[in-house]
């Protein structure tokens, strides 16, 4: 495995160690945003050596009681995951967003910037001063809405992510997408990965699935069965399936543990909280930043 990489994408900058590809985007003065980017470059030097040295731990089940890491970003991931221990759920369920979070604080350290963010393979960390908006690409698109939503510095929010059975990290559930906004990376990561795993019809025949093991003997989810198709689905199954993940977004917003998700399967779609989805393809004036 090559160490730690550094690019320029036109004005973004692209961070990539390992399994970690971070694409970051800074706005404002340009002394401040240049000086910005060489703490993020900095600090993402050391961040997965850190991870690997306590990855055995970062693998096994969380509880309510937060256990101690050394490192900041496994620190972020223990965070996020503990709230949500009344089920099974590891730190890695926070690995993404937690580095973006991660990579992020050392973007803004000391640093006055109007806007940033840090994208994590799709689970991004955001940065908003007073009276700042960013405008974010979703996925879970053809299901009657837009595919932008706009998040404004008021609303508190610091994160947003994505989960589903056709992402990059195994499900239990077979939602196609599940996007959440909360206060950080880390903790739309976590959410995301429950809600996801809702959206179930356990058992279904048309839904294929193999213990985790058998694709990465690795996985932190061991014998637990990972989707790995969805046949066609009836229109009630759809339904029953996103209802359930959505009873498990309620119960996250009404915690205060995320602001918002939106939920898709098949062609249906539920929403949890504000998630301002309608409207144009393109806000003018606005960046966009594809999470």
């Given at each position: 495995?090559?160490?730690?990489?550094?690019?320029?994408?036109?004005?973004?900058?692209?961070?990539?160690?390992?399994?970690?590809?971070?694409?970051?985007?800074?706005?404002?003065?340009?002394?401040?945003?240049?000086?910005?980017?060489?703490?993020?470059?900095?600090?993402?030097?050391?961040?997965?050596?850190?991870?690997?040295g306590e990855v055995a731990e970062l693998r096994k089940p969380a509880s309510l009681d937060r256990r101690a890491f050394a490192g900041p970003a496994a620190q972020r991931m223990e965070a996020a995951v503990s709230p949500l221990a009344q089920g099974f759920i590891t730190p890695m369920a926070a690995v993404a967003g937690s580095v973006a979070d991660e990579i992020l604080a050392a973007l803004l350290a000391g640093r006055k910037?109007?806007?940033?963010?840090?994208?994590?393979?799709?689970?991004?960390?955001?940065?908003?001063?007073?009276?700042?908006?960013?405008?974010?690409?979703?996925?879970?698109?053809?299901?009657?809405?837009?595919?932008?939503?706009?998040?404004?510095?008021?609303?508190?929010?610091?994160?947003?992510?994505?989960?589903?059975?056709?992402?990059?990290?195994?499900?239990?559930?077979?939602?196609?997408?599940?996007?959440?906004?909360?206060?950080?990376?880390?903790?739309?990561?976590?959410?995301?990965?429950?809600?996801?795993?809702?959206?179930?019809?356990?058992?279904?025949?048309?839904?294929?699935?193999?213990?985790?093991?058998?694709?990465?003997?690795?996985?932190?989810?061991?014998?637990?069965?990972?989707?790995?198709?969805?046949?066609?689905?009836?229109?009630?199954?759809?339904?029953?399936?996103?209802?359930?993940?959505?009873?498990?977004?309620?119960?996250?917003?009404?915690?205060?543990?995320?602001?918002?998700?939106?939920?898709?399967?098949?062609?249906?779609?539920?929403?949890?909280?504000?998630?301002?989805?309608?409207?144009?393809?393109?806000?003018?004036?606005?960046?966009?930043?594809?999470?």
């Open positions: 495995m090559n160490g730690p990489q550094a690019h320029w994408l036109q004005r973004r900058l692209h961070l990539n160690h390992g399994p970690i590809d971070l694409i970051i985007e800074a706005f404002g003065d340009a002394g401040e945003c240049a000086a910005a980017y060489r703490q993020a470059v900095t600090r993402f030097q050391t961040v997965l050596t850190e991870l690997v910037l109007d806007r940033a963010y840090v994208n994590n393979g799709g689970d991004s960390a955001i940065h908003l001063g007073s009276g700042r908006s960013i405008t974010l690409a979703i996925a879970g698109t053809g299901h009657g809405l837009a595919d932008r939503i706009t998040i404004r510095a008021e609303d508190g929010i610091g994160g947003v992510a994505t989960s589903g059975w056709r992402g990059r990290s195994f499900s239990l559930g077979i939602a196609d997408a599940v996007t959440v906004l909360a206060r950080t990376g880390a903790e739309a990561d976590a959410a995301a990965t429950l809600i996801a795993n809702a959206v179930n019809l356990p058992g279904h025949p048309a839904v294929k699935r193999v213990p985790a093991r058998d694709l990465a003997p690795d996985s932190d989810l061991g014998g637990r069965l990972v989707t790995t198709s969805v046949g066609p689905l009836s229109p009630a199954d759809i339904a029953t399936a996103l209802d359930s993940g959505l009873a498990v977004a309620d119960d996250f917003r009404q915690r205060g543990l995320i602001a918002a998700a939106a939920l898709f399967l098949a062609g249906q779609s539920r929403i949890s909280g504000s998630m301002a989805l309608a409207a144009p393809n393109k806000v003018p004036g606005k960046e966009v930043a594809h999470a």
